[in-house]
């Protein structure tokens, strides 16, 4: 039996760990901003925005790391500055849904081509070559839509395996880097948003 599909509702808009979308590079954003009622967001995804779907029991674990450096003298016990060298930020999840959306965004892009339909329909998925790799972007919406983490430009930088030696689900972990997007599209490679004050500073 098929594994279903996964389509969200109301049911799962109270749990979990939210959900995931990608797009392709350049995919315009809503304007979160001017859609929120109710301290949730309610703006129109573009249509080019897709569910990933389904993830496992662990969720989704987004990352902000940092490098840095310390200088220190003879005439001091501790480091009398301090600088941030590099910073990075990644999603982990496994997904349980496999298409070839999913895939593509697994392996940084490469190419379907398809002919027929239904029972008969015949698929080729041909790999990047590389160098001709290519981001995505990727948003996590929150589980009460009262956050969104929008990574502007994406890669898939870890090791990707797909288990051939069960039946559904079959697991799908990927870790996605957010990369620095052209600066005409954002000045960071990220951004945070909130909906109402559940952020707000303490009085």
């Not at 009622?37 to 496992?56: H, I």
């Amino acid at each position: 039996m098929a594994w279903p599909k996964f389509t969200p509702n109301a049911q799962h808009r109270d749990k979990g760990s939210g959900f995931l979308l990608a797009a392709p590079e350049g995919t315009p954003i809503p304007a979160l901003g001017t859609g929120i009622s109710g301290g949730k967001f309610t703006a129109t995804w573009d249509a080019a925005w897709k569910q990933l779907g389904r993830t496992s029991e662990d969720g989704i674990n987004i990352t902000f790391g940092q490098e840095s450096a310390s200088y220190s003298s003879s005439q001091e016990a501790y480091p009398f500055i301090t600088k941030t060298t590099s910073r990075s930020a990644t999603a982990s999840f496994t997904l349980y849904d496999y298409n070839q959306f999913n895939i593509q965004v697994a392996l940084n892009g490469g190419n379907w081509s398809v002919t027929g339909s239904g029972a008969s329909q015949f698929a080729q998925y041909t790999p990047a070559n590389p160098g001709e790799d290519t981001y995505t972007m990727l948003a996590w919406i929150g589980p009460t839509d009262d956050e969104v983490c929008i990574f502007y430009k994406a890669s898939s930088t870890a090791e990707v395996s797909m288990d051939m030696n069960r039946d559904d689900p079959r697991p799908l972990a990927l870790t996605m880097t957010a990369i620095m997007p052209d600066v005409a599209v954002a000045n960071r490679p990220l951004h945070w948003f909130t909906a109402g004050t559940g952020y707000s500073n303490p009085a």
